[in-house]
Nanobody, 127 residues
Framework: QVQLVESGGGLVQAGGSLTLSCAAS????????ISWFRQAPGKEREFVAG????????LYDAIAKDRFTISRDNGEKVVPLQMSSLKPEDTAVYYC????????????????????WGQGTQVTVSS
């Protein structure tokens, strides 16, 4: 199976941009759907965006649509999340997660569908 490591978090002003990266290790990366979730203090973890094995079928939550872009490079085994027009309410720990329950074909925006998680990276957006 794969292991995931997130990077790229930091402090950014409102309206700014940030790109997170999810790097995977393991030989079967293309078997996995990869998604980004986030968890703000005192709130439940929520789906942000996910992408199928081919990279051609991303799925976005409304909170991310038109502001965030998810992509993947199966050769480099990375899934970047480009975030723009950031708002203070985007402040959270961002996690990437992997699921092979649908052979990487379907993105399911549910926590319970993802057995593999990274350690998270903090994003703070100042007003």
């Amino acid at each position: 199976q794969v292991q995931l490591v997130e990077s790229g978090g930091g402090l950014v002003q409102a309206g700014g941009s940030l790109t997170l990266s999810c790097a995977a290790s393991g030989r079967t990366f293309s078997d996995y759907t990869i998604s980004w979730f986030r968890q703000a203090p005192g709130k439940e973890r929520e789906f942000v965006a996910g992408i199928d094995w081919s990279g051609r079928k991303p799925l976005y939550d409304a909170i991310a649509k038109d502001r965030f872009t998810i992509s993947r490079d199966n050769g480099e085994k990375v899934v970047p999340l480009q975030m723009s027009s950031l708002k203070p309410e985007d402040t959270a720990v961002y996690y990437c997660a992997a699921s092979d329950r649908h052979n990487g074909i379907v993105v399911v925006p549910l926590l319970t569908d993802y057995p593999i998680w990274g350690q998270g990276t903090q994003v703070t957006v100042s007003s």
